[in-house]
Each structure stands twice: as C-alpha cells, then as structure tokens.
C-alpha cells in the first residue's frame, strides 16, 4: 500500500508539472502574441502621416517662374523639378537631365531622361526645357541671371537640348537648377497673368487653389520610385495675409512645419514646444580691403586687422547671436569646403605681426617708413548709412581696432555713393556683403578685376584649372589650396552670415533635413508619431 501511494503521488506531482509548463508556455506565447500585435500597431501608427500642414504668407501665383515668394519657391521644389538639382551639401546631380556634358568653352549639352510624363500623363521633352527657358529670359523671374547668358537654346532632339553661352561662365551647371514647366500645359495663355493651375514632373501635383487653401496631392505619374513612396497622401498649404500669421497658426499647432530666414521668429513663437533646425545661409557680410593701397597692399597689415576683429563679440552684441560667424566665402555648407575653423580673433598676434614687419607703435598709431613715406595705419571705413546693423558693425570694429593702434574713421555714404563706390573700387575699406551662389566658383573675390583690386598668380591659375574639372576629389584639393591662399592673404575678411531655420511640430518625425536650396530632403519617409 505504501509503495502505490508513493507512486500515485509521483504521478500526481508529474501530471501536475506537465500542466504548469504548458500554462507558463501558453501565457508567454500569448504576451508575446500581443506584444507582436501592439509593436505591429504602433509602427503602423508611427509611420503614417497621410496628410501634411504648411502654410503660405502674402500668396502671389502658384507659377514658381514668376513668384516673388520664397515659401512658393521652397514648395515648388515638391511639384516641379530641374535639370540638375543640388544634394545637402551643394553637390550637383542629375533630375531631369541623365547626363550632361561641356562640349567647348561655352556649349552644353544634355541628355534628358526617358519615360518622365507630366503630372498629367503627357511626355515630358527637350521643347519644354526650350519653352521654359526662353519665358524666364522675357518675364522678371528670379532665376532670370541664371539664363541671362545663354544665347541658343536648341532641340537636338525629342530628348536632347543643346545650350550656347554668350561667354564661358565658371561651373555653369549650377545654373540649371531652375524649375522646368511644361509647353504644352501653357499653349494659348498669358504667362503672366493666367490663372491656369501650372503642372510639373515632381512628387505632388497641385490639385485645386481656393481662396484660403492650396491643395497638393501625391503624383501617381511621378517617376522617382522611392520617392514615389512617400508616406505623405497629400498637404494642405493654408493661406495668410502676414508672415506673423503663419507664425501664431504654427504655434498654436495648425501648421506642421515652417522655414524661415528672418531672425525675429523666435519673438512670434518661443522657444519650447516645437523641434527646430539651423543651418547657416548665402547671406555673407564682409570687410573688402583695396589691396591697392600702399598700405593695405601688405599683407600684414590685412592680416593685422583681422586679428584684430572679434566677430564672436559683433554677433553676440548686435545680432543677439542670430548669425553664424564665417571665414571663407564657401563656409555655407558647400561639399568642397569643409575646414570649419573659429574666429581667429587675437590680440596679440596684432602687435607680433607688425611688429616682425618693421612696423613701429608711435602716438597710439601703426607707423613704417618705406620709399622716403611714412605710412600710418589709419583708414577709412565706409558703409552704407540706411543699413543699420553695417553702421553699428563698422563702429565696433573701429571701436576694437583703435586700442590696438588701428585707426579707423567710419563714412557713411547713400545708396547712390554706394554704388558708385563699388562700381569705381574708390574705398580704402569697406563693409558690404553678396547672396553667395551654389556655385563654387571663386572669380568674384579672387579673379580679373575683383572688388579688393587683388592679384595673385597662382590663385588665377587655380581658378582657370577648375573650370574644367569634374572629379570631385580633385576639385576639392584645387579648392582647399585656393582656400589656403585666400585665409593666407587676407583681400577680405568673411565676417558673418545669417541663419536659416526649419521649425516643425514635434509630433513630426523622420530625418528632416535641409539647406538653402532645398527644406524638403528626405520628405518621403516623414511621418507623426
């Protein structure tokens, strides 16, 4: 009896074990059924974003050729496309042309790519390349400099476009990044005043415009396939009187994403509750320095002042630390340029520099004799007087400059004498700044006839050497040692350049990514989360 109960309760206690194994199975089998089930339904909520919020202030025309408005000529981008288009870092790459060649000093020629439609389902063809350049060469368009130089336009044929140049013009392809329209969609109307909604070859096609609303829908034609995956259905573009509307309507979470080069953004929507991205912009300020001068033709002096200089401090005082501080004019994120380097601002260098110069401190001012002359370094600054913040600029850096026994008087003149200046090169300083172009091209500072009244032999041959070099690597070296000649002599100073800034809803999520030329990278895998 004793030997059966024992055995019965083995059994008992097996039965048992057997049972609680398969419950332990079953129960994490099922947690890990719906964990499967939840992570599904949480990607599938994370990674749809079917409709997207942006918005346009003081609206003029859809028509991305004659707007005057730069948040229609950042939405354009998603609806109409180039020849050649720009990577983040100012790369050029092909879009609608597949290749494109420089056949002489002033001819190209490219091939354009095959089964491209419109968005509605016409063949896309060298006559629309034709038709769009020649509207932008007869209306005020703000891409009008970019073909202002070519003279033929010609159709080789249905896929190929040949373009003849008035002169050679330094890497050119960075021209034909303009927006191409479609000849047929505009046969019978006024470019100018028409109503018609335009067509383009891009991932959205506009599909209504009201009086409050600009509606886009995905491209079911378009011919990019990843792109033509995006997660985006469509995008609702709303319609304002004022900029600062826009700003109140994104802050109060009406608006998923907005993008802006004024510096007062922050004044309209704060500081929290929204993701925001800063990159630096074209807009470069300046010191020009007219190496004709007896004085400022030596390279000591130029590199004295420079020195001499805080930016930190002008940017911080003046711009409430809303600029970037530069050093080169290609330091805006542009792929052959990629030393970053800081302020060189430094005191004493001031004095080391003249001083192994020959230069002498007298009566708290730079002297040197040379040629039976006493050279004294005290300049002239000259700025244009209804540019309040260069006023301000020009008297800090005469403020910095004087303890350091650099004198500097500042002249504001008008825009007339402005212009007259910079036409003439009749200054001994002067602060001015330029819109850099994509372009890397460096003939406006260091070529025939720049503003600083600069020479120097090696850099005009590196500049006519890479006119015609294609291979990145190489191209990048030619720049770097243009680079180094340019920081080494100082014919200018880079002193700041603005700030451009996306701002988007912090339920947006995704690698949103952008630059001066383009805010909508990557907009394909976007998504709310």
């Known amino acids: 009896m ?22 332990l199975f079953y129960t ?39 707007s005057k408005n730069k948040n229609i000529q950042s939405i354009a981008k998603l609806i109409f496309e180039p020849l050649l288009t720009l990577t983040e870092d100012y790369k050029i790459e092909n879009c609608l042309a597949k290749e494109w060649s420089k056949t002489g000093d002033n001819t190209y020629v490219l091939k354009l790519q095959e089964g491209i439609v419109w968005q509605d389902g016409t063949e896309f063809t060298a006559s629309d390349v ?23 336009v010609e159709v080789v044929d249905v896929m190929t476009i040949k373009l003849t140049l008035s002169k050679e013009i330094p890497f050119f392809e960075y ?51 990843e792109e033509k995956n995006s997660k985006i259905e469509s995008i609702a573009i709303h319609r304002y009187e004022k900029v600062g509307e826009l700003y109140n309507d994104f802050k109060l979470g009406n608006i998923d994403f907005i993008h802006t080069d004024s510096d007062i953004l922050e004044d309209y929507i704060g500081t929290l509750g929204y ?15 007219n190496c004709q001068n007896q004085a400022l033709s030596q390279k000591e002096v130029r590199q004295a ?17 809303k600029y970037e501080s530069s050093n080169f004019p290609l330091d805006f994120g542009q792929y052959l340029y990629t030393e ?49 913040k260069r006023v301000q600029v020009a008297e800090a850096i005469r403020d910095s400059l004087e303890p350091l026994g650099i004198k500097l008087t500042v002249r504001k003149v008008s825009e007339k004498e402005y212009q007259n200046i910079l036409e003439k090169k009749n200054y001994e300083l002067l602060l001015t700044g330029i819109y850099s172009s994509f372009s890397p091209d460096l003939t406006y500072f260091l070529g025939e006839g720049n503003l600083a009244g600069y020479r120097n032999e090696t850099a005009l041959q590196l500049l006519q050497e890479i006119n015609d070099i294609t291979e990145q690597n190489l191209l990048q070296q030619k720049i770097q ?19 451009e800034t996306t701002a988007y809803n912090q339920k947006l999520a995704g690698n949103v990514a952008g630059n001066c030329y383009n805010i909508f990278y990557h907009i394909e895998d976007w998504y709310r989360q």
């Open 175 to 225: 021209q034909l990044t303009f927006p191409i329209l479609s000849q047929k969609n505009w046969e019978g109307e006024d470019f100018m005043t028409s109503t018609k909604i335009p067509m383009g070859t891009g991932m959205y096609k506009i599909a209504d415009i009201t009086a409050g609303n600009i509606y886009l829908e995905k491209n079911q034609n378009y011919w990019q396939k």
């Open 481 to 499: 040692e243009l680079a180094n000649i340019y920081l080494e002599d100082v014919p200018y100073i880079c002193l700041y350049r603005n700030k």
């Open 275 to 289: 993701h925001k991205k800063e990159y630096k912009g074209r807009a470069l300020d300046f010191l020009a320095i």
């Open 305 to 321: 002042i420079q020195y001499g200089i805080d930016k930190t401090g002008i940017i911080n005082t003046i711009f409430q630390n």
């Open 340 to 388: 970053e380097k800081e302020s060189v601002y430094d005191t004493a260098k001031v004095k080391q520099v003249l001083e192994e110069n020959g230069w002498t401190l007298q009566s708290k001012v730079w002297q040197k004799r040379e040629n039976r002359t006493t050279l004294r370094l005290s300049f002239t600054l000259t700025v244009l007087e209804t540019n309040e």
């Open 28 to 66: 994490n089998s099922s947690k890990k059924h719906e964990n499967t089930i939840a992570e599904t339904e949480k990607k599938e909520e994370i990674t749809m974003l079917k409709d997207m919020r942006l918005g346009i202030a003081e609206y003029d025309t859809m028509n991305p050729i004659i």
């Open 2 to 23: 004793k030997r059966n109960g024992i055995k019965y309760i083995i059994f008992i206690v097996i039965i048992g074990f057997i049972f609680g194994m398969a419950f």
């Open 130 to 152: 034709k038709f769009t350049i020649e509207q932008i060469q007869q209306v005020d368009s703000i891409y009008t400099p970019q073909v202002a130089d070519i003279t033929s």
